[in-house]
């Protein structure tokens, strides 16, 4: 049995066609949600200094409650399984639990100056990826851009982007959920660190 598929993202404006690719896409019960959640900090450290949670930018195909998928620069939703709720909204949520181990406490947007530092975050891929043999299992692509500017002072910026690649162990949604948790708590963890050590840094 084959899924039928449903919404095509747009993909550099173009709607690209995915006649032939239908079989890429495991199989889902209808109606079936599914949330992805960042693995608990194992230790917590002693806050140090607050960051303000800037304007976090997500990437519109994939961004509501559709998983997104990407086959050849073609992308569709899976059928019959969704995001608990926008993936968007989620991801914000998993952010603050990221953080809630390291030194950097977040704040929200409009305490700039009140504070140290402001991150600003760009989703710029959160997909699970297609290649190959059109019956294996996709890799999960989580890819974040991160700005830290210093509110005060010599206006310092800092930039990095954060990018974890990892396989989904088979060909079913929920394997492609689990793919989906470990991408995204790598990618939060090394943020929330990178984070840390910037702002506990001598001057």
């Known amino acids: 049995m084959t899924p039928v598929l449903t919404r ?60 997104l998928t990407v086959t050849n620069g073609a992308a569709a939703y899976i059928d019959g399984a969704r995001w608990v709720t926008p993936a968007e909204r989620l991801f914000d949520e998993q952010l603050g639990r990221a953080f809630m181990a390291g030194p950097a406490r977040l704040t929200p947007r409009g305490t700039a100056g009140r504070t140290e530092w402001t991150m600003r975050l760009e989703v710029q891929r ?4 297609y290649r190959g043999d059109p019956e294996s299992a996709p890799k999960v692509v989580v890819e974040i851009k991160a700005t830290l500017a210093r509110n005060r002072r010599d206006g310092e910026i800092l930039d990095r982007v954060f990018r974890a690649e990892v396989p989904a162990e088979a060909n079913r949604v929920s394997a492609i959920v689990t793919a989906y948790n470990a991408a995204l708590t790598s990618t939060l963890t090394d943020l929330a660190n990178w984070v840390g050590a910037a702002g506990v840094k001598p001057d």
């Open 8 to 67: 095509l993202a747009a993909c550099a404006a173009l709607v690209l066609a995915l006649t032939g690719c239908v079989t890429l896409f495991p199989k889902a019960e209808p109606s079936v949600l599914y949330r992805f959640e960042v693995a608990a900090p194992e230790t917590v450290a002693a806050k140090t200094f607050d960051v303000t949670r800037g304007l976090t930018i997500f990437n519109q195909a994939a961004a509501s409650d559709g998983i």
């Open 126 to 129: 959160f997909e699970a990826v």
